[in-house]
């Protein structure tokens, strides 16, 4: 992790010289107290390398091994500090030595053994708040599980022509130029990592695309030397520039990491001045981001009255373009451990990297999402986060590509700028294309070709999605989509307009069955009209009744329905439904049985919807028999019917 993070340790290692300081006593050697003397002022890589000399003539010395540990710890490596942790323990068995064991293991992905020596730690102490953060580190580890990528098809690839031997991070892209952090031959050495103090450069870059050859150090405001300046903000206008600074050689500058401000005057950027929002000299501040408009400043803090180490803040724009109101994220983005590297986005989500939710190992990279007043984190996945610092996300096409910053294994240096792209496969494309056929019946029964007749394609919600005449052969096509239900509607000049349902449900191939990239469907089907003519008959098949009832029976309703599907597809007709009986009975009970029945269906046309002012319910009897003197139950059957017929077409 970068060197601007690592400054803020400097302030936490109090506690840890008090302890150690025992340990020393009054037999400390003169290459003791100068490998004290190292730690004590932050200079961590040198004080390893001078304990690492006490320990080649006395590997079990405990005051060399505590303090290796802790130079790896606070310079962020804890990784490497295992082995001094289990020789401390075999000393001392200690709430810290054993957390700190499993914070090493855990960001090695020894996962299983970190568990076990976070359980161990919470039997060596009675505060509750250390047992809860253990216990918090114990329920990570049972999480990483369950932790499934946001963006599957993502990959990372480490930017190497872009990246050097050393540190490069933070990148954030403006006005078509990338800009980062980097130690790249900046001059001097920051003791604490034994890296180069970092700086500030840019490049073009159109996307991911980076020019590689043409890296400068910043052209707006001078890099300064003998200290790191870190992170940067660009406004959205371009037109104000913040970034963080601070670890200085000189005891005369700022004793901790604080935020600067650059901004556009006169033609030019200012020299940096120091941001209000710092508040205190000796907080420690970093990250910065700004909100899409431009009017919050969101960064990081170890200010008092967070979380935990580092929490996230927010700073809202004042009158004189300084940052104020500084308020803490609060406990759904903030945890007992670090969250920095904010990344606000238009849509309301915010990316930020932390070690406190659950994750791989050391900072990984998460999303909050706000949805109906409740906030939920949730990891970026496998794909993107590694047992190392991941961090520092920005994207240039989101979500689908852009930069983060990480110092995992296989890196060219130290931390290294990776970019990311979305490699989902484009979708196999299936065009259902359906060929309508439109027909009419002649008055002899036969069916033939209906040019220019006009279909009207519907989705399942009923909105209109296509709609074309027939050409002279009667056809016509529509292009559909897989699995969806439709609805047609025919209709001409002299026949009744018909609807009709289709459906594209198992009539394409599944998608795992599909080859190439686009695949073509054939459907067919026919719509067959009927005449439109005054006054003429059409009898409905198989609308019987019980005898000598006029209610309507469940397999006449059916019959029936499809009457309703007529009227309603034909709006502007009137229709007179009638009822004809045989010649077994009087003339006036036949008379009465057929009006009851017609105006029993009648009603039942307009429990359906359909309204009384078209219909007209005519009870016949007898008297317009088919057959005259029929004798065969079957030749009185054709004489009991029902019928309609059109008798008013309105305008």
Known sequence: MNSIYLGMNLKRCIYNLVVGFLFVGAGCTSLQQKAVGQFSSGEYQVAIGTFSQILEKDPENPEANYYIAESYRLSNRVEKSAPYYEKLLEEDES???????????????????????????????????????AENEIQAINAIESIEPIWPNHKLENYELLNSPGLDYAPVVSEGYLYFTSSRGAGGIYPATGQGYTQLFRTKAEGVRVDVQNVQRIPEFRNEQGLNQGALAISPDGNTIIYARGNAASKKDLPDVSLFASYFRGGGFTQPIYLAANE??????????????????????????????????????IANGDFGNVQNLGPEINTPGNELFPRPMDNGEFYFSSDGHPGFGKLDLFVAKTENGKTTVSNLGPNINSLADDFGIFFTDYPKEGFITSNREGGKGDDDIYFFQDFTPKPKVVNVLLNVTTLGKTDGGAEQVLPDTRVVLYDQNNQTIDGNFSNQNGRLRFQLEPDQSYSMIASKNGYFAKSLRYSTTGKTPAPEELIQDVTNILLDTTIVLEQLILERAIVLENIYYDLDKAEIRPDAALELDKLVQILKDNPKIRIELSSHTDARASDAYNDDLSQRRAESAVQYLVSQGIAPNRLEARGYGERQLIIENAETEEEHQVNRRTEFKVIEITQ
């Not at 054993?98 to 293991?105: A, E, F, P, R």
């Not at 992905?109 to 953060?133: C, H, N, R």
Request: net charge neutral; glycine share 10%.
């Open 95 to 133: 709430f810290e030595n054993y957390y700190y064991k499993g914070l090493s293991l855990k960001n090695q992905g020894k996962y299983e053994e970190a568990l076990a020596a976070f359980k161990a730690s919470k039997a060596y102490t009675m505060d509750d708040l250390l047992i809860q953060k």
């Open 280 to 317: 205190e000299p000796t907080y420690w501040n970093s990250t910065p981001a700004f909100s899409p408009d431009g009017e919050i400043l969101y960064f990081a803090s170890n200010r008092p009255g967070g979380y935990g180490g580092i929490d996230l803040y927010r700073a809202t724009k």
